[in-house]
Nanobody
């Protein structure tokens, strides 16, 4: 069982930055690929970025590529999402997720993730 707790959301002006963090419980954190998803009001949840178990491989949605950076620290059981050059269309609830996997791949599909955090609101004003 893995519990995920996100933090770091808030209100920021367009062009600004925010850093989200996700703390995971459990002793097998390095067995999980991790991901960030987001859901805006009235829209479906979408993949933002994923990272493999070691942190050596990441995959970004085209909409955030070059602006967002995901990292993980397996010693601290945390993943972070540095969000730069934020746009109003980045406004959403952001969710951290964990996918148990024996491969070294990034997991992109939401239905492949086993555990989810409660979400943190990110609001970007124009």
């Amino acid at each position: 069982q893995v519990q995920l707790v996100e933090s770091g959301g808030g209100l920021v002006q367009a062009g600004g930055s925010l850093r989200l963090s996700c703390a995971a419980s459990g002793r097998t954190f390095s067995s999980y690929a991790m991901g960030w998803f987001r859901q805006a009001p009235g829209q479906e949840r979408e993949f933002v970025v994923g990272i493999n178990w070691s942190g050596g491989s990441t995959k970004y949605a085209d909409s955030v590529k070059g602006r967002f950076i995901m990292s993980r620290d397996n010693a601290k059981n945390t993943v972070d999402l540095q969000m730069n050059s934020l746009k109003p269309e980045d406004t959403a609830v952001y969710y951290c997720a964990a996918a148990f996997t024996s491969s070294g791949s990034v997991v992109v599909r939401g239905d492949s993730y086993d555990y989810w955090g409660q979400g943190t609101q990110v609001t970007v004003s124009s």
